[in-house]
């Protein structure tokens, strides 16, 4: 069993686990780590099943701990979690109570210390968890920093403005600055300037985040791959030379605050007007984004061709009519899609695997690629078999695109 060095592991699976420790917590008033190492191991999630748990307060060896922690169990008579946790014996390990220890508040544990953990910098001045190790609570405004619960694009709307105007000057932003300028904690800002830079990138712009910097070394961090770290003076020279009074804000659509759930809703609502929110969010990344999370919603987040579900992670949301070859009308339409594996999206992007007009699977290995007997085995079960549909048939696939793209795979 070998110690897994992550506190991002931890927090992840905290931030997985929100609606059972909010009712466990709303219960009990607060949990203990033994709480915590319940709802992990009981867990079906994939993410949770990667790894096997412990509890760092019992003495001795990691071997030792973790099996004093399934006698401690045999003797609760939770069976069901011995077991469990037995048969992850060889997985990575989580020990819950020195990542509690580590993003206490209140913790007896000198905090300057990171005990191995290469993320422990993330997360150190995050004090997530209040109370003591044994008890404590989560405060999900802290952990929402991480991304999934924020509007990141009405923050790059912000952001947008501050560097665009000190493009205009000879002067350089730190993160720090940045960060107080919209109003947010600075180790978040790097979700906002993905955004930014993804869009420069994509827009062929000059690379505007190039002026965001690190207070000490006056560089950008790591994140940043718009330009070489090499050259920066000459990627700042071509940003403060060009005039941005000419591009418009590409966050606009969120400056009233919408965020992309409610993007996608429309989506959802008014498939056929999809180019309407194409032509609003003109960064790529978010476009597709939110293509895929409307296809998730409309197939209840299972692979249409199959049926399984896993981890949202492990689906695509599979242009019919690819994505570089489709008009703006189509990019956003989930009727140019479908939620399938991803392995099953790469069969069908290179035409192994397609659909017919009757929504019908069809395997053909027409490219001549040389199958082994467990692939082919794997994809043949598929054949003849009808995809699974969203309830709602205005978001079923159009026929029509099907149609066409088989017709352009069989030239």
Known sequence: MDKHYSLSDFVNMIRLHRPAIDSLIQAKSSMSHMDLLE?????????????????????????????AMLARFRKAGNQKIVSILRSRRDLPCIDIQECVWLVNRNS????GRDYGYPDYGEFKDRQFVSGRANAFSID???????????????????AWKVLTSTASTTRNVTYEDLAKAIGIHHRAVR???GLIQDYCIASNLPPLTILVVNKHTNKPGAGFIA???DNLEEGRGQVRSFDWAK????????????AEDELVTQILKKPDASHEIYTKVK??????????????????????????????EMLDAAHIIPWSQCSPDLKMNPRNGVLMLCCYHRLFDIGILSIDVEYRVIF????????????????????????????DKALWPDKSLIRQRNESNAK
């Open 39 to 67: 709802i992990f191991s009981l867990s079906t999630e994939l993410k949770a099943t990667r790894f096997t748990y412990v509890i760092g307060s019992m003495k001795g060896s990691q071997e030792d701990q973790y099996d």
């Open 108 to 111: 007896d544990r000198e905090r």
């Open 140 to 158: 999900w405004s802290m952990l929402s920093e991480s991304g999934d619960e924020v509007n990141q694009a009405e923050r790059a709307f912000k």
């Open 191 to 193: 979700y906002v300037l």
């Open 227 to 229: 330009w070489s770290h």
């Open 247 to 258: 591009v418009s804000n590409p966050f606009e659509f969120a400056s009233d605050g919408t």
């Open 283 to 312: 960064v790529r990344g978010m476009q597709q984004r939110i293509f895929r999370q409307a296809l998730l919603k409309a197939y209840g987040g299972r692979c249409a061709l199959s049926g399984a579900g896993f981890s949202s």
């Open 364 to 391: 053909s290995n027409k490219t001549g690629l040389k199958l082994a007997k467990a692939d082919q085995a794997l994809v043949s079960s598929l054949h003849g078999r009808k995809i699974s549909l969203p309830k």
